[in-house]
């Protein structure tokens, strides 16, 4: 299996500096990643370093909290398209679906599809119960999402095996999974896209990708 193509290689800490941004852009562009993900006040330079490429450039939006009115999300995602992100992973109000508030949930992700990138919605799996996941689930369907996202990587836990079973189980064919939080090995994120992710978030894409070089060299006769 060819990692490149499902891998996010993944910048989101509050002490990014620029430096590290260039980096973070260069091996994508080296490796042939899918994308990369960065907080939006470095998204201009690295969709900048990253056009014509075929990396997508990809921000977040109500991080890591998805505390936020839909109103603030909905303008950040806005200027993120504006500053060349292709698309948007944007944090659920975790509250909001907790209480069953099911159509502020939908009218906010509504909202931030209005700005034309593809859209992930993080639901933040550590948080819910089962019937909460299949309500975030309902939820990104009918507002019109393009994927549910597990995890932020800063929650209670990253993503599971049995997250993106559930997941698939409940989404319908077209909705595609991102796995995201503590992905560190080539044989979880393996495991986690047979079980039906279509999209790997982690801050160690460079060192699974070497992982997986040394183990096809290994297979070498």
Known sequence: ???EGYLESTLLRADTRSEEIEKLCAEAMQYNLR???VNPCYIAPASSMLRGSGVLPVTVVGFPLGADTGMVKARAAEQAVLNGALEIDMV???GALKDGRKQEIIDEIALLKK????LKV???TGFLLSKDIALACHCAVEGGADFVKTSTGFGPRGASINDIILLRSILP???QIKAAGGIKSAEFARQLIRAGASRIGTSSAS???QEAAAEEKEKEP
């Open 122 to 124: 993080i639901i933040e």
């Open 35 to 37: 994308g990369i993900c």
């Open 173 to 175: 064919a077209r909705m």
């Open 1 to 3: 299996m060819n990692l």
């Open 207 to 209: 060192a699974i990708m």
């Open 115 to 118: 700005a034309g990138a593809a």
């Open 92 to 94: 659920i109000n975790i």
